[in-house]
């Protein structure tokens, strides 16, 4: 099993920044991508940053230019740089990661979420 524990979050203000942080641990066999969604009140979950090996990024359209996601090299820990945050940022942030079995398939984890509110 795979453990994800994700923190940084919080309320701020439009216009501040946060940095999430996703520590993964347990038994990971291959770790093939990290990634960053969000699920607003009433919305489905959607996929804002991916970063996959070796330390490709990708982000969304909405939040290209003002989010950040990284991983260190030998690192389970993956961090979303959030900058010039906007109400429509606000949701609950939930980190996932790919695990590639020895079979092949991939087995995805999720973390419980943490909870990002922009408001003034």
């Known amino acids: 099993q795979v453990q994800l524990v994700e923190s940084g979050g919080g309320l701020v203000q439009p216009g501040g920044s946060l940095r999430l942080s996703c520590a993964a641990s347990?038994?990971?066999?291959?770790?093939?991508?990290m990634a960053w969604y969000r699920q607003a009140p009433g919305k489905q979950r959607e996929l804002v940053a991916r970063?996959?090996?070796?330390?490709?990024?990708s982000v969304a359209g909405s939040v290209r230019g003002r989010f950040t996601i990284s991983r260190a090299d030998g690192e389970n820990t993956a961090y979303l740089q959030m900058n010039n945050l906007k109400p429509e940022d606000t949701g609950v942030y939930y980190c996932?990661?790919?695990?590639?079995?020895?079979?092949?398939?991939?087995?995805?984890?999720w973390g419980q979420g943490t909870q990002v509110t922009v408001s003034s």
């Open positions: 996932s990661l790919d695990d590639r079995t020895t079979s092949g398939r991939v087995e995805t984890y």
């Open positions: 970063i996959v090996r070796p330390g490709i990024p």
């Open positions: 347990g038994n990971i066999i291959s770790l093939d991508a």
